[in-house]
């Protein structure tokens, strides 16, 4: 069941379909296929062969709506946080608010005076990164197509102009809704998203998290 209630242990089931694994760095586990040959080869005497520890690889950039109706979604939000921490060790987060503007924050009670650019962010990350918007795009539509938009500030560009230029640089892009997905024909505003998206947007059950990881990891 798709709907079935999700919970951080079935949600890393979900996440580890994005994998790419890599042998690499200092630490080591044991080669057995290796050890069993070479033993063989040293007439039943045991040699040990070890290898660079396999580690996911996958670099993943998950910026998150925070505040106004995302309050209902705490709970479903906190479980998915949880789990992509988990699963990907390279994983790096941003908070903004209904929609990306021209910075964002990692601290919600430093919004506004811990700031990063959202140029740096797009510059700091290489391009074969995953990018993960999390948020149910519920919002005025006015809040993304114009300058100006923000219910916090005077944003000189749209927000739609931030969302594209994010979605250039990481061509591995998904938008995850905790809003029902039967509820989004109903909003403007997730339409619009959804076109900017390029109609990547996922719902946060089981099924919406595997088709969305399948899609990333392409």
Known sequence: DSERELGTRNIKIALRRLRQFAREGLEEELALDDTIRATANNAGWLDLK???????????????DVGGTMDDHIAQ??????AAKSEFKNMEFFYFHNCVYDHLWKHNHRRHAERFPSWEVIRKYPADT???????????????????????????EAGAVWLQRF??????????????????????????????MSDRMYPITMEGLDRAMQLLSK
């Open 77 to 82: 939000v906190e479980e998915l946080f949880s």
């Open 130 to 156: 995953k990018l993960i918007f999390v948020g149910d795009a519920t919002m005025s539509p006015y809040e993304i197509v114009q300058p100006g938009g923000s219910v916090e500030y005077n944003n000189e």
């Open 50 to 64: 070890m290898q660079p520890e396999r580690k996911n690889k996958v670099k993943v950039l998950m910026l998150m």
């Open 167 to 196: 979605t250039q640089q990481f061509s591995k892009y998904v938008w995850l809704n905790p809003e029902p997905e039967g509820l989004w024909q109903y909003r403007q505003s997730i339409a619009i998203i959804r076109q900017l």
